[in-house]
């Protein structure tokens, strides 16, 4: 499925991590597992940052989302979207994302609610954010992040517990009728759900060389059909950003698709697999990279947990891109 907003601009990113750094080397002597010793060095995952015990998820959101605010100087009151992306609410019921919408102090006259996606949600929330306010008016923000507690107490880990990092991002979405707007394809396979899903009881179960397959596949496949689509060669496009998955699938993809690395952004060195927070992360850790346009185009793609996948192409202004905070 491909498609366009238009009249839709994205004014910020902002992102939020934990001060807390799990270094995955200190742990690697301790796996015995040849196997999956090699396996954790191939991912490239040097370290994650972690929540605290007493931190939760809806406070890094909240300093996120409140900065965001701040920022662009809105008013609150015009804010009529709030979406949170996330696999981790804090509750069962109601939407974390009216915890956040209680904490920012932002009206009644809000949609505030979350949406269970992961590491194709920053994608499907930009969609799901301008679709809206296309209707209701106002601005809209996009909050992505799930709570990431796992530090291991002892040196017998698995490769998995080495992957996932804990990040929050929040973009702010508003109409603007002189914006290009957003080009995206999405796509969904629910057939393959078993591939990669969590458990109730919050266990990752992942076929690891099936998934690997798939990014190496299915995902190539929409980046080049993205590009056909809307007549888009390598050199309208400044960055690409894919999920952060790990350095095997992001370096296998650019390598399939012809795309120079040097035109690649990455993170999952410093911060891990972030899920759906990745992407923006991945933006707002290379800001040093920006300030040499005015604007940027940057072309998205995120997949995984579904299985889903997807494209975008934005363009934003390089002001609109604020550093990393760690809280």
């Given amino acids: 499925m ?21 270094d995955n080397y200190d742990y690697i002597e301790g796996i ?42 809105w008013d609150r009151n015009d804010i009529r979207v709030l979406v949170f992306v996330t696999q981790t609410p804090e509750l069962s019921a109601p939407s974390t994302a009216m915890i956040i919408q209680k904490e920012l102090k932002i009206g009644t006259d809000c949609f505030a609610f979350d949406v269970n996606l992961g ?45 996932f990092g804990c990040g929050v991002t929040a973009t702010a979405i508003e109409i603007d009728k002189a914006s290009e707007g957003i080009r995206y394809s999405q796509f969904t396979d629910g057939s393959r759900y078993d591939l990669l899903y969590i458990t109730k009881g919050g266990k990752t179960v992942m076929d690891g060389n ?20 809307f007549e888009i060669e390598d050199s ?3 960055y690409y950003v894919f999920h952060q998955s790990q350095k095997m699938s992001v370096e296998g993809i650019a390598y399939e698709c012809k795309i120079p690395m040097d035109k690649v952004l990455i993170s999952y060195e410093e911060y891990g697999n972030t899920s759906s927070s990745s992407i923006p992360i991945s933006i707002c850790s290379n800001i040093s990279e920006f300030s040499r346009k005015k604007s940027i185009t940057l ?28 809280i």
């Fill in 2 to 22: 491909f498609g366009r907003y238009e009249g839709i601009k994205i004014s910020g990113i902002e992102s939020v991590v934990p001060k807390m750094i799990f």
């Fill in 119 to 163: 590491c194709a949600g920053y994608i499907s929330g930009l969609e799901i954010v301008g679709s809206l306010i296309k209707n209701t008016g106002g601005k809209g923000l996009l909050i992505t992040g799930d709570a990431i507690w796992d530090i291991p107490k002892d040196k017998e880990v698995g490769k998995d517990a080495l992957l």
């Fill in 299 to 326: 072309f998205l793609c995120g997949f995984g947990i579904g299985l889903s996948w997807n494209t975008a192409i934005i363009k934003i202004s390089s002001d609109a891109v604020f550093p990393i905070e760690s």
């Fill in 32 to 73: 015995e597992d040849r196997k999956t010793k090699k396996q954790v060095k191939l991912t490239g995952i040097r370290q994650r940052h972690v929540l605290e015990e007493k931190q939760t998820i809806s406070q890094l959101a909240t300093v996120a989302a409140n900065n965001i605010i701040n920022n662009l100087l």
């Fill in 236 to 238: 309208d496009i400044d």
């Fill in 210 to 229: 099936a998934v690997l397959l798939f990014s190496m596949n299915d995902v190539c496949d929409a980046i080049k059909e993205t590009m056909s689509k």
